[in-house]
């Protein structure tokens, strides 16, 4: 065989591969994407090697799950680091936001995730933002991580910077009665006149829910003076969230664990069901007030918000007095969901932390809760 021939048997070959290659490429790409919920949950139990191959599959590395955000962001909401590389290194954009206006940054910060946010600052993440928008100091303040605090201020964060409506850390120190964090941001600067939106300041918040001592911290002796002697009224109405019992928690826990794994989780579900009844006895939900079919028996929601465990809220949507789960095969669940109530608890999902952030700025939440109302009433 002449050099010529070897050398068209050579390039005939390379063609080849090159065909194949791309041919490969295209059917990579044109892998169907996951389920936003599946996809979200997946990232939320660490599951690195799945993760992996779908975007090895071509899943875009922006992909949103059905809450929280992008699989970045939801790994950061996790603390995940070993994810968050994972999706940066695939083309994720830490300066990415969310529908509420939330970076990756802020997510992690939330769930007091140290490493996380260490690891995001040095990837590419903004300690500060433009405009009036959340910062990880809020968050950080609002959920008293102490030492995730410390290490932001050491990096030079704002200690006045304004969130949407204009409330500083030291305003939502003032709330929730961080004392600790109040004083820290005190010695960095934090300005005890700044008022949001609404002209509540430090002080009108720590007066309006209790906190005497913080509220003596943090102002002058006469203006303290005055506060005391002030109707309880002027200082406006406290919100606060109530707790459910940890043994819901525990359940939900369970649960989660065993759809996870496949194994059945319907006595689970009884035991909740039996114990979400009490909970609404002995708190009855507000009527609504608009026509019913008949016969009827209205969906129910039991959701868990405890304090001091951020990123563990959950909603566990009843239907016709069952429980409808998102579980990982059928018999892990005992109803199964249509895609109007996959998309609705999705929806429940967004409402309640849109509540959870309007009621941090010291803003009413009644219409966001006649949505979450409406919502649940939606799924029938």
């Not at 590419?124 to 990880?136: D, V």
Request: proline share 7%; charged share 25%.
């Amino acid at each position: 065989m002449s050099y010529g021939e070897r050398f068209l048997g050579c390039t005939a070959r390379r063609w080849l591969l090159l065909v194949c290659w791309l041919l490969a490429g295209a059917a990579v790409a044109q892998a169907p994407a996951p389920d936003p919920i599946t996809f979200g949950y997946a990232i939320e139990r660490g599951d690195l090697r799945t993760v992996t191959r779908w975007l090895d599959e071509g899943l875009d590395p922006e992909y949103q799950a059905a809450q929280v955000g992008s699989g970045l962001m939801v790994a950061a909401w996790h603390g995940n680091v070993e994810m968050m590389a994972l999706f940066v290194a695939r083309g994720a954009d830490p300066r990415r936001s969310n529908r509420n206006g939330e970076q990756p940054l802020q997510l992690a910060a939330w769930g007091g995730h140290l490493e996380a946010v260490r690891w995001l600052l040095d990837h590419g993440a903004p300690l500060e933002r433009q405009g009036n928008n959340w910062g990880a100091l809020h968050y950080a303040v609002f959920n008293g991580h102490q030492q995730l605090v410390e290490e932001l201020i050491a990096r030079g964060a704002n200690v006045n910077a304004a969130s949407p409506n204009l409330s500083t850390p030291l305003i939502l120190a003032a709330r929730e009665g961080r004392d600790d964090l109040a004083r820290r941001l005190l010695e960095a600067g934090a300005d005890t006149q700044a008022r949001n939106d609404w002209g509540d300041s430090a002080l009108t918040m720590a007066m309006r829910y209790d906190h005497l001592r913080l509220a003596k911290m943090i102002s002058s002796p006469e203006e303290f003076e005055i506060a005391v002697k002030a109707p309880k009224e002027s200082f406006g109405q406290a919100v606060r969230s109530a707790a459910v019992p940890r043994e819901i928690d525990e359940i939900l826990k369970e649960i989660r664990a065993a759809e996870a794994e496949g194994r059945p989780s319907v006595d689970l579900h009884r035991k909740l069901l039996a114990t979400a009844k009490a909970l609404q006895s002995a708190h009855p939900r507000p009527a609504v007030q608009k026509p019913m079919p008949r016969p009827y028996m209205p969906p129910s929601m039991v959701i868990t918000a405890r304090r001091g465990q951020p990123g563990a809220e959950r909603a566990q949507l009843m239907v016709d007095g069952k429980p409808a789960a998102v579980g990982a095969g059928k018999a892990a669940s005992p109803v199964k969901q249509s895609p109007a109530q996959r998309a609705a608890a999705v929806q429940v999902a967004d409402l309640l932390r849109q509540i959870r952030l309007v009621e941090a700025q010291g803003q009413p939440a009644d219409d966001l809760r006649e949505q979450l109302y409406r919502a649940v009433e939606g799924i029938q």
